[in-house]
Every structure is written in C-alpha cells, then in structure tokens.
T-cell receptor
Framework: NAGVTQTPKFQVLKTGQSMTLQCAQD?????MYWYRQDPGMGLRLIYY???????DKGEVPNGYNVSRLNKREFSLRLESAAPSQTSVYFC?????????????FGDGTRLSIL | QQPVQSPQAVILREGEDAVINCSSS?????VHWYRQKHGEAPVFLMI?????EQKGHEKISASFNEKKQQSSLYLTASQLSYSGTYFC??????????FGKGTTLSVSS
C-alpha cells in the first residue's frame, strides 16, 4: 500500500524560482493537507482541501498556492521561492475533516532555497 | 492558535514513565496524538473525543479534559522504540487540526 506519495523527496531552488510539490493518495480520502515543518515550530498548516473542488487557507498560507486536481491529487506551488520557505513539507490525507478522522502523512519533501 | 505542549523535552531510561501535556486556549472538539521519529513522517497514535474518554495504544494512553481544554499522553514503562517527537493536534473549530510544537522524548538503555 502506497498511502500518501510525495514528489520530489529533495529539491534545491534559487531565490525567485518557482516549484510545484506533488502529492497523491490512494486511500480514497476526501480531505488533504499541506504542512511545513521547521525546527522548534511543529507542523504548521499551509492549506487544506476538505473535499474535491474546495481549498482553504491554514495558518501560514502566504507565498503558496494549491490545486486540488482531483480526489487523489493535491499540489502545492511556490510562485517565487524565498529563503524563508526552506523547510520540510508534508502532505497528509484523511477520510474527512471530522473531529474523529486521523491523518496519514507522506514521507515529506525537503526543500532548500538559496 | 497553536496548542501548548509541555515539557519541550524529556529524557528517560528504559522502564520509566512520562507524561506529555497539551493545552488549548480555545474549546476543543477533539485532540489527536502523533509520533514522529527523526527523518520520518508523523504517525497517528490516537484520537480523544469530547466526553473525557481515555484511550490506549500498547503502553501509551491518553486522557482528555474538555473543561480544562487539556489532554495528557501517558507513556508507561518506556521502551527504546518510544523515542521521537510527540505532537498533539487540536481540533478547535471542527475543521482542520492545529498542531503543537512537539515534545521530544529520548529513551536510553
């Protein structure tokens, strides 16, 4: 079982370059999420998609855009990368956004911006 | 608003117990607990729903006090495999989770 698959696993960008992080899940989940993880800051929600066709901002959405391409795929785009966006990015999915719905995480994308 | 976890770090020897706390300034619908080992993805442990229930997973259990807007994670007779960073996720408005900053647990032999 693949679960949640993120690509790429590692990426180095120069300031100002654009980049799309890809995420796909094969669990038929309705909800998907993008987080960034920085040392000492925990997991911070960037955007989420409660269901196909909807997206909502999380705690730290500035500088990012998302697309829920279909039920399986949820991408995160950096239009003009900045060094402050150097981080580990995790995608997650859950059956729904209800309070009893566990999230399943991908292995992460380690992004460095020079 | 991020829930507050305490302590930030815990160092244990095998067999010792630990408690990790998670508190919120807003009303909670539920609390989720996850564990992340170094360089890996967070892994779901358990969910606590409104009603003050206590749940268990191996020798790890948790409680949820909705009046105090707090949850505690109890690790009993810790094993080396328990090492990692523990995150609580607060469901504050019935929608997306907000995670705390994490508690790093180190268990040595």
């Amino acid at each position: 079982n693949a679960g949640v698959t993120q690509t790429p696993k590692f990426q180095v960008l120069k300031t100002g370059q654009s980049m799309t992080l890809q995420c796909a899940q094969d669990m038929n989940h309705n909800s998907m999420y993008w987080y960034r993880q920085d040392p000492g800051m925990g997991l911070r929600l960037i955007y989420y998609s409660a269901s196909e066709g909807t997206t909502d901002k999380g705690e730290v959405p500035n500088g990012y855009n998302v697309s829920r391409l279909n039920k399986r795929e949820f991408s995160l785009r950096l239009e003009s990368a900045a060094p402050s966006q150097t981080s580990v990015y995790f995608c997650a999915s859950s059956p729904g956004t209800g309070s009893n719905q566990p999230q399943h995480f991908g292995d992460g994308t380690r992004l460095s911006i020079l | 608003q991020q829930p507050v976890q305490s302590p930030q770090a815990v160092i244990l020897r095998e067999g010792e117990d630990a408690v990790i706390n998670c508190s919120s300034s807003k009303a909670l619908y539920s609390v989720h607990w996850y564990r992340q080992k170094h360089g890996e993805a967070p892994v779901f442990l358990m969910i606590l729903l409104k009603g003050g229930e206590q749940k268990g997973h191996e020798k790890i259990s948790a409680s949820f006090n909705e009046k105090k807007q707090q949850s505690s994670l109890y690790l009993t007779a810790s094993q080396l495999s328990y090492s990692g960073t523990y995150f609580c996720g607060a469901n504050q408005a019935g929608t997306a989770l907000i995670f705390g900053k994490g508690t790093t647990l180190s268990v040595s032999s």
